[in-house]
Nanobody, 116 residues
Framework: VQLVETGGGLVQAGGSLRLSCRAS???????????MDWYRQAPGKQRELIAF???????NYADSVKDRFTISRVNAKRSVYLDMNNLKPEDTGVYYC????????WGQGTQVTVSS
C-alpha cells in the first residue's frame, strides 16, 4: 500500500486548504478497519501528530489545530482528508497521512506554506 498525499500549496494567513490522502493499493476492508493519522513536520522540527480518525469516525486533534482543522474519511475512496481553516504561518510544513498502527509506510507528504 502506498500513501499518496495531495492538496498542499502556498496560502496566505487566514486562508484554507484541503489535503487528501489516498491509500493506493489497499483493499476496502483493510482501509476501513484502519485508524488513520495526519502528521506535520515543520522546518527543523520533529514530525508531530496533529489529527486522528478512528474506524468509527471518532476524531482527536492536537491543541495547536483544534477548532481549525477537520479530519474526515471516505472508506469507499480509500481516502482521508484534512480540511484546514484559518491557517497560520506556524502551520507551515510537510503534511503526511499515516496508518495509526504503522503497518503502512510513510508517503512523500505534501508541502503547505502559509505566508504572513
Amino acid at each position: 500500500v502506498q500513501l499518496v498525499e495531495t492538496g498542499g500549496g502556498l496560502v496566505q494567513a487566514g486562508g484554507s486548504l484541503r489535503l487528501s490522502c489516498r491509500a493506493s493499493g489497499s483493499i476496502l476492508s483493510d482501509f476501513s478497519g484502519s485508524d488513520m493519522d495526519w502528521y506535520r513536520q515543520a522546518p527543523g522540527k520533529q514530525r508531530e501528530l496533529i489529527a486522528f480518525i478512528g474506524t468509527r469516525g471518532n476524531t482527536n486533534y492536537a491543541d495547536s489545530v483544534k477548532d481549525r482543522f477537520t479530519i474526515s474519511r471516505v472508506n469507499a475512496k480509500r481516502s482521508v482528508y484534512l480540511d484546514m481553516n484559518n491557517l497560520k504561518p506556524e502551520d507551515t510544513g510537510v503534511y503526511y497521512c499515516y496508518r495509526h498502527d504503522g503497518r503502512w509506510s510513510w508517503g512523500q507528504g505534501t508541502q503547505v506554506t502559509v505566508s504572513s
